[in-house]
T-cell receptor
Framework: NAGVTQTPKFQVLKTGQSMTLQCAQDMNHEYMSWYRQDPGMGLRLIHYSVGAGITDQGEVPNGYNVSRSTTEDFPLRLLSAAPSQTSVYFC????????????FGSGTRLTVV | AQSVAQPEDQVNVAEGNPLTVKCTYSVSGNPYLFWYVQYPNRGLQFLLKYITGDNLVKGSYGFEAEFNKSQTSFHLKKPSALVSDSALYFCAVRDLIYNQGGKLIFGQGTELSVKP
């Protein structure tokens, strides 16, 4: 059971470049989400999805796009990277029940220069 | 709106002493509360959760948390700290979407340092 798999683990981008952070889970979780972690700010929600074909914005969605074509995959796209998007990104998934805990991926450390 | 606060950025404890990491919450309705731990350069790992029932919740690695409704607190505790407990700890509350579980709202995190 692989859990939540994120790729890549590290990435350096130049300002203006685009890229996709991949996230896949094999637990048949309905709910998937992307967070960014910055020092002193905890984890902030970027986008989330409650099922295939359904996505919504979180707390800090600007500069990011998502799609959910399958239950398993939830990629995060940066269309034009900015230095302010330098961060550690975590994907997480769970069952859509209120008492359900999240399973987190190991993170992607992104640097935009 | 649901929110969680961790009033201490850092907690320092000597090995063998009890530790407490504080968390307070603000929710409408009954809270669903969680504690996660993050070791350096790793993802978040689930420690424990409070859904309903006994106010003292036991979790992984000898940790426990006490739910106090009147004080709106959910403090994380351990009777005897280990150096290996040094990590970043997050308190979180789960929000509702379509009357089901949804967004996990995090506190800002507390860095726990346990010295030998």
């Amino acid at each position: 059971n692989a859990g939540v798999t994120q790729t890549p683990k590290f990435q350096v981008l130049k300002t203006g470049q685009s890229m996709t952070l991949q996230c896949a889970q094999d637990m048949n979780h309905e709910y998937m989400s992307w967070y960014r972690q910055d020092p002193g700010m905890g984890l902030r929600l970027i986008h989330y999805s409650v099922g295939a074909g359904i996505t919504d914005q979180g707390e800090v969605p600007n500069g990011y796009n998502v799609s959910r074509s399958t239950t398993e995959d939830f990629p995060l796209r940066l269309l034009s990277a900015a230095p302010s998007q330098t961060s550690v990104y975590f994907c997480a998934s769970s069952y859509l029940i209120r008492g359900g805990g999240y399973t987190f991926g190991s993170g992607t450390r992104l640097t935009v220069v | 709106a649901q929110s969680v606060a961790q009033p201490e950025d850092q907690v320092n404890v000597a090995e063998g002493n009890p530790l407490t990491v504080k968390c307070t919450y603000s929710v409408s309705g009954n809270p669903y509360l969680f504690w996660y731990v993050q070791y350096p350069n790793r993802g978040l790992q689930f420690l424990l959760k409070y859904i309903t029932g006994d106010n003292l919740v036991k979790g992984s690695y000898g940790f426990e948390a006490e739910f106090n409704k009147s004080q709106t607190s959910f403090h994380l505790k351990k009777p005897s700290a280990l150096v290996s407990d040094s990590a970043l700890y997050f308190c979180a509350v789960r929000d509702l979407i379509y009357n089901q579980g949804g967004k996990l709202i995090f506190g800002q995190g507390t860095e726990l340092s346990v010295k030998p």
